[in-house]
């Protein structure tokens, strides 16, 4: 009997198929060991000794491997093509080796592309060695982000109050976001303006043109700045007597792009369909694995993590067969393309993502959802990499005056053979090598015949901020810098966001001010390590260790000397002075120039206060300098509009209380207020109610809350609405009624909430149930006591002795490792510190 290890179930079960009876396929369930989340789990003063554990779950599965062994001659490790599937391989080596079970067994690596029963079978055919220069590569990244991670991390917890974690490639990402929203922020639009003119010619066909020279003189794009030099040109144009000069028609020839890397894969996907980079990802390993066709599972895609454009000669051939049955002989070029990688730090070790089988046409296949639509985009993007050229006819018409006093330009292009373009057609401005536009057909003109402007117009423009990053741009715009890998786009994205760092709206990224913050601090005191360059550098130096020329040893050795001292230089660092350097680091953002001139730290409340960024329990704010005399705060990130914000605005008259009602904002955001007495009525406004929204009406239904929806027709009980700590709800004798949208608090009628009310008893879920535990993650580091994740009322928490720390939104319970906990833990700790302190001062007053 021959044991086979690969690493998902699904996967197991198909090859398992394939291979007969003489085999037994079981899964790893991914890595079966990882670093503990403590300190000490690489020891630099060990010469990068790493401390690996098993989790509860991986060692059953071991101990399932290791009795399947006992009736096996040989161990076959199939696991992925990759570092990753490498290092699998080799933990499960070591924790077989240590227990002693791999005794007069023979042990193989394999590799396949594809899970299909052709590459299977060559794959067991062809079996190597494990490839200790890719595990070396493993394990040089596993210790760096680790020692990154380990070190960094409570750096930031200690200097920088609220901020969650660093990382050597995530931190990169985040500064990328943060420069690109100071570059929106401080932009300054430029007025240009532009001339065209719709053209007649002897038949009276109508066509357009642009000035583009100026008694005679070429126009840039700012040499029209202003109403009155448009006016002047669109004058010179009107009167000018014109003619045209020349007629040039080029053809030209649209070359179809390579197959689909990873993050090329992830790109497209998110502009054509709308996916994340982890919704893509998720996708195409799903159809990697296999897909049921016909009562047989079937692998559909290659492996998709690569960097590789290119094709084996196999698959073009087939590719090219397909083309000619399906689209004709024009459509086939004369010799196969061959794409070679141009991306910085590119590997090719892969081929690049394409059809299992391109006989496997989309149309026919009984695929439905995310999956229909992610094969459609990978068959077609190969399949038109073998198509022949688009060809097209590009016409420029030249037209001015003898007097050399304006000049025009007309273009325009006809696709003459659609070629590839019949299979997979770009949207403008959505793909990489966009082209430029195509402003369709123009008339038959001679050369020398007059040109009639029937109508000249001129439009204002202004010149626009660069966009924020989407996914499929920011991980294009890593790719090109070379930072990160194909395997860890999507895990960046994903922990900026779980990390509440960035956040995603319309698809694209904004800074939280705390990503902005840890931004600033890292590049004031750890600029080194956030630069685009030195991280590129490291990411190279590791793809050298994968291609054994250089020791992963000496790599980390070079590493920690510099990290490790930069580290304990900043330990003498106090808050007030990484304070300082943030003021001077933000202060375009927070202190923005004011028009006056006046100084814009100066505080507009007292005298001769000095404003200043503050950290608390909400994160970083703009307080005075003589706090608690002056009360002066502002939300972090307003500039001068934060300063508008605090000032009083008036919105009515209470007419119940003949008090007035004003919307502030305050230290933790906008707020409504009833009357100026010492201790007023106050109420924030909702996440889903802006400021600029809010008029006397909103304000009035938020400062009566809770409101009286009804009395309950089964007891006489008051029903009551209102925004809680987890939003808004309804509560009647204990029972409480959640809402996503707190219009529908406001809104709900008596029948709706009985019968929801009904609901919930009914079903009450989590709501009555303790507390179940999710996830052991192990002891802290501190006091050896355990550390878990659980389930409760209002959701998952992590529990450490007496306190219960949230697992903020997004992030999965099982996802959430010790360290991640350790942080969670560490922040409530501090909050919860603060809160002790201002009882006992309370107390004591």
Known sequence: MNLVIVESPAKAKTIEKYLGKDYKVLASFGHIRDLPSKNGSVDPEADFAMTWAVDTKSKSRIKDIETALKSSDKLILATD?????EAISWHLLEVLNKKKALKDKTIERVVFNAITKSSVTEAIAAPRQLDMELVEAYLARRALDYLVGFTLSPVLWRKLPGSRSAGRVQSVALRLICERETEIEQFNPQEYWTVDALMRNAAKAEYNAKLVSLDGNKLDKFSLGNEASAMAAKQAVETADLEILSVEAKPVKRRP?????????QQEASRKLGFSATRTMQTAQKLYEGIDIGGETVGLITYMRTDGISMIGEAIAQARGVITAEFGDNYLPASPRIF??????????HEAIRPTSFARHPDRLKLSGDQAKLYDLI???????????????RTTIEIGDKANSVGLRA?????????FLKLYEVTKGKSENNDEDDAGILPAVSRGEPAKAKAVEAEQHFTQPPPRYSEASLVKKMEELGIGRPSTYASILRVL???DYVTLDKRRFTPADKGRLVTAFLENFFSKYVQYDYTADLEERLDRVSAGDLNWKKLLQDFWTQFSSHVDETKELRVTHVLDALNDALRPIVFPDKEDGSDPRDCTTCDDGRLSLKLGRYGAFIGCSNYPECKFTRPFGQGEQGNQATEDKMLGVDP?????????????GPYVQLGEEAKPKRTALPKTWPPDTIDLEKALRLLRLPREVGIHPEDGKKISGAIGRFGPYILHSGTYVNFKDVDEMFEIGLNRAVTLLAEKRANPGRGRRSATVLKDLGKHPESEKPVQVLDGRYGPYVKYEKVNATIPKGTKPEDVTLEMALEYIAEKQAKGGKKKTTRKKKAKA
């Open 81 to 85: 093509p990759d570092r990753e599937g």
């Open 379 to 393: 068959w077609k993007r190969a399949m038109a990499s073998q198509m022949s050229d688009a060809q097209l006819e």
């Open 340 to 349: 070679k990688n141009k991306a910085k730090n590119a590997q090719e070790a």
């Open 411 to 419: 273009t325009g292009s006809v696709l003459r053979f659609d070629g």
């Open 257 to 265: 792009y390579a197959p689909f890397t990873t993050s090329t894969l």
């Open 497 to 499: 966001q779980d990390r």
């Open 656 to 668: 119940e209380t003949g008090l007035d009602v004003f919307l502030k904002s305050g230290r933790f």
